[in-house]
């Protein structure tokens, strides 16, 4: 079994367009991240939810939502998509404050 | 930005020990230090992590300095398949804990 699932695992969209990434973990953990990976290979936090609660959002922009129906899934839409958007998003759920992340295979976003 | 510097590549022969340097030198007293590492890819995974004390797993050992300002993760039979970045990050973790990846170091274990 897939312990933290994205769909879809590609995504190919116009500037301008709204789309949605889905996440989903059967660890039953508490706390979901969503991660940015750049053309550069850089991979950077974005937003992290506990108990259903955003407890960290980093400097992104506001086009940037994340939204968690319950606690196993954390989904991240993006409204007016940009070309800068173009990237590698991972998913990653932790259980409890110093337990390891599990990380997502990865959703990458190309805007054309 | 990264509190650790690795650097960037190193290469090492399938079957031996694989050595990946880090240094933390400014790293707080409750940061544990954390190694995770992306295959081509993927996403990345968890290897291990420590606070003080050395620490071993079923995938490698973790060798802290006394000092705590550097450390060392060891492959102890590096494959093919462990070719990876490897990063190597410090970590406050609690509710307001973040993973910073740095640039971690790209490992090519060749036949």
């Known amino acids: 079994d897939t312990a933290v699932s994205q769909t879809p695992k590609y995504l190919v969209t116009q500037m301008g367009n709204d789309k949605s990434i889905k996440c989903e973990q059967n660890l039953g953990h508490d706390t979901m991240y969503w991660y940015k990976q750049d053309s550069k290979k850089f991979l950077k936090i974005m937003f992290s939810y506990n108990n259903k609660e955003l407890i960290i959002n980093e400097t992104v922009p506001n086009r940037f939502s994340p939204k968690s129906p319950d606690k196993a899934h954390l989904n991240l839409h993006i409204n007016s998509l940009e070309l800068g958007d173009s990237a590698v998003y991972f998913c990653?759920?932790?259980?409890?404050?110093?337990?390891?992340?599990?990380f997502g295979p990865g959703t990458r976003l190309t805007v054309l | 930005d990264a509190k650790t510097t690795q650097p960037p590549s190193m290469d090492c022969a399938e079957g031996r020990a694989a050595n990946l340097p880090c240094n933390h030198s400014t790293i707080s007293g409750n940061e544990y230090v954390y190694w995770y590492r992306q295959i081509h890819s993927q996403g990345p995974q968890y290897i291990i992590h420590?606070?003080?004390n050395n620490e071993t797993n079923e995938m490698a050992s973790l060798i802290i300095t006394e000092d705590r300002k550097s450390s060392t993760l060891i492959l102890p039979h590096a494959t093919l398949r462990d070719t990876a970045v490897y990063y190597c990050i410090a970590y406050y973790g609690g509710s307001q804990g973040n993973l910073i990846f740095g640039k971690g170091t790209k490992l090519s274990v060749k036949p």
């Open positions: 420590g606070l003080k």
């Open positions: 990653a759920s932790r259980r409890g404050a110093y337990n390891e992340q599990f």
